[in-house]
Structures are given as structure tokens and as C-alpha cells.
Nanobody, 125 residues
Framework: QVQLVESGGGLVQAGGSLRLSCAAS????????GAWFRQGSGNAREFVAA?????????YYADSLKGRFTISRDNAKNTVYLQMNSLKPEDTAVYYC?????????????????WGQGTQVTVSS
């Protein structure tokens, strides 16, 4: 069982930046794909970004977010990050971290067995 804890959310003005962190309890986190999804009020959960496990270390982004968001991982710290720049009010959502052992970085939420509780990001105009 892997536990994921997100942090770094908060309130930011439009145009600002935030970095989200997802700390995993797995002893060998390098063997897990990590991903971020988000869910705005009244909306379905949507894919944001993913990074494959260290043996398949590609990165993937929602087309609409490419260029503003960057996903990265630090296996020594068992942590996946999401750097978010040039934030817009429509980025307001709860952001969830997800992980899957030996995952390639799927865009599908159903591909991930482990989920964090989420962290709120609010972007004011």
C-alpha cells in the first residue's frame, strides 16, 4: 500500500506560480509512475500531467496545459512535483496526486491505484 500526501496548494493571483509536491510512502518510488489530476467545482476529474516510472521515464501533459505546467520527480525524496506557472482563474481546482507501480504515465485516472487526498489551488483574477 502506497500513501500519497500532497502539499503546496493555496491562493494565488492570476499570473502567479505554485509548486505542488506529492510525497509517497513507497520504499522504492522509482518503480512508480506519478501523475496529477484536477477537479474543479462541478467538473469531472481531468488529467494534468504524468511521469513514468524510472524505467519508462517519459513525461506527458494535457495539451491545454503544455508550456505552463511541468512535472518532475525526485526519487531520493520519494516525491513528484508539479510546477505551475502563469496561473489562470480556470486553473482553480483540487489537485490530486496519483501513483501506479511500473506505470508508463497514463492519462487515464483508472490506471492509477493510489491517490492522495488532494490540495486546493485557487487562482484569483
Amino acid at each position: 500500500q502506497v500513501q500519497l500526501v500532497e502539499s503546496g496548494g493555496g491562493l494565488v493571483q492570476a499570473g502567479g506560480s505554485l509548486r505542488l509536491s506529492c510525497a509517497a510512502s513507497a520504499r522504492t518510488f522509482s518503480g512508480y509512475a506519478g501523475a496529477w489530476f484536477r477537479q474543479g467545482s462541478g467538473n469531472a476529474r481531468e488529467f494534468v500531467a504524468a511521469v513514468g516510472w524510472s524505467g519508462a521515464a517519459g513525461t506527458y501533459y494535457a495539451d491545454s496545459l503544455k508550456g505552463r505546467f511541468t512535472i518532475s520527480r525526485d526519487n531520493a525524496k520519494n516525491t513528484v512535483y508539479l510546477q505551475m506557472n502563469s496561473l489562470k482563474p480556470e486553473d482553480t481546482a483540487v489537485y490530486y496526486c496519483a501513483a501506479q507501480q511500473y506505470g508508463a504515465g497514463s492519462r487515464r485516472a483508472g490506471s492509477y491505484a493510489y491517490w492522495g487526498q488532494g490540495t486546493q489551488v485557487t487562482v484569483s483574477s
